[in-house]
């Protein structure tokens, strides 16, 4: 794999490590800046919200800006962000320097993937996708526990000085190691043919979303992340209220689910470029199995171990097939591909509502696991329909970049 895919993977783990570190960093900020600790979880909501916006209002303005530009500027005001985060004197500063930060989060992985895919060979780009997501699953597994540890010994702004840090050398990394041509163009196909240049202009931007594969593969990361992500938003509960688990189980047990989401990541990035479609209905059936399973079996503490571990493989073995297939049928857009990290987000966002109104109906702490299996259960059927739909060769290279 080219040294490129590895600065767009510190640079995903830079921004990963800023998403999750502030779970554990959130006590040491409400007290320091004497806020409430409502008042401290909009430092995490707000981040979420900044996302979904700027993955789709920073790509559409930066659309007719060479890609490598663009994701040195996105590193630049992520590196800015948490700056103003660790030298914030006031918790309004601390919230705008968050804000700013997630602003280039959507856009990063969104233009990242397709500057990732046009480094390697065609046969190759689900792996490279899910090379530079590699250091957001990473950052998945020692966010929480590097804030809470970082935090704990030499306070909650060391942990900011030390991810500014991380993004000023994936900042390097990517002006040394990216070409300057890298998502203009992808490299010479099998036969000798290049890849054609992917839209630049914002309305050929819009127009990749006339296609209705793209919407199809929208719908499905939205329900299969709402799936996943909404039974994870109360996994602690399902730990601690079904399993026996005490509290202080819960960091290691998140670990094991970060540490399938890693594993998950690499294996479905390989396995999407044998046969896409295939590994996409393969993937979420699995989850949908995995999550209901879970649910009948959470009451042991040995069959949670091994289910949430599971949850994290199936669960993010679908995200390089789903990010390469939006970008094949958009041709290459930018903004759908920021658009999949936005679509990624609402399902986050629906999830986890679904799963607290199970919960708030008296249902119980495995609700979310049921409801978040009916949730991927859907992403499977419109899956199925667009495979369905593409399964002629002559189809899917119409489509494809």
């Known amino acids: ?63 007719r800006l060479p890609r490598k530009a663009v994701l040195v500027g996105l590193v630049a005001l992520f590196v800015i962000g948490n700056l103003l985060s660790a030298l914030a004197p006031s918790y309004p500063v601390m919230l705008l320097g968050r804000i700013v930060a997630a602003l280039c989060h ?23 996708v899910a090379v530079m997501f590699a250091g957001l699953t990473v950052a998945n597994v020692l966010g929480v526990p590097f804030g809470a540890l970082v935090g704990e010994r030499w306070g909650w702004r060391a942990a900011f000085w030390a991810v500014t840090a991380i993004g000023v050398l994936a900042l390097a990394g990517i002006v040394a190691l990216v070409p300057g041509s890298a998502g203009e163009a992808g490299p010479a196909t099998a036969t000798g043919r290049s890849n054609p240049v992917p839209p630049s202009g914002l309305g050929d931007q819009f127009r990749a979303f006339r296609s209705w594969q793209v919407w199809l593969t929208l ?13 994870f938003s109360y996994i602690a509960y399902t730990f601690t209220e ?105 399902g986050n966002a629906l999830g986890a509502w679904l799963g607290g109104l199970a919960i708030t109906a008296g249902l119980g702490y495995t609700a979310p696991l049921y409801v978040g299996a009916g949730l991927v259960l859907a992403s499977v059927i419109v899956m199925a329909v667009a495979a369905h739909q593409t399964r002629s060769p002559a189809q899917q290279t119409d489509h494809c970049m």
């Not at 499905?220 to 992340?225: D, R």
């Not at 989850?287 to 959470?298: N, Q």
């Open 1 to 63: 794999m080219p040294s490129g895919l590895i600065a767009l993977a510190l640079g995903g783990f830079g921004i990963g490590l800023t998403e999750f570190l502030i779970a554990g960093l959130l006590p040491q900020v409400a007290s320091s800046f004497s806020v409430s600790e409502a008042a401290a979880g909009w430092l995490i909501s707000g981040y979420a919200l900044s996302v979904a916006i700027g993955a789709i209002a920073l790509t559409a303005a930066t659309a």
């Open 106 to 128: 959507g856009s990063f992985f969104g233009i990242g993937s397709l500057v990732a895919r046009s480094l390697v060979a065609p046969e190759k780009k689900s792996r490279a």
């Open 219 to 231: 719908t499905a990361t939205a329900l299969s992340y709402g799936g996943m992500f909404g039974a």
């Open 242 to 346: 079904v399993g026996g688990f005490s509290p202080a189980d819960v960091p290691w047990l998140l670990m094991v689910y970060g540490v399938g989401l890693v594993v998950g990541n690499l294996i479905g990035g390989r396995a999407a470029d044998r046969d896409r479609d295939r590994t996409l209905v393969r993937a979420l059936v699995g989850l949908t199995i995995i999550l209901a399973v879970f649910g009948l079996l959470a009451g042991s503490a040995t069959a949670s171990v091994i289910l949430v571990f599971l949850m994290g493989l199936f669960g993010f073995a679908s995200v390089p097939g789903m990010i390469t297939r939006v970008t094949d049928f958009a041709h290459g857009a930018a903004l759908a591909a920021s658009a999949n990290v936005s679509a990624s987000n609402l």
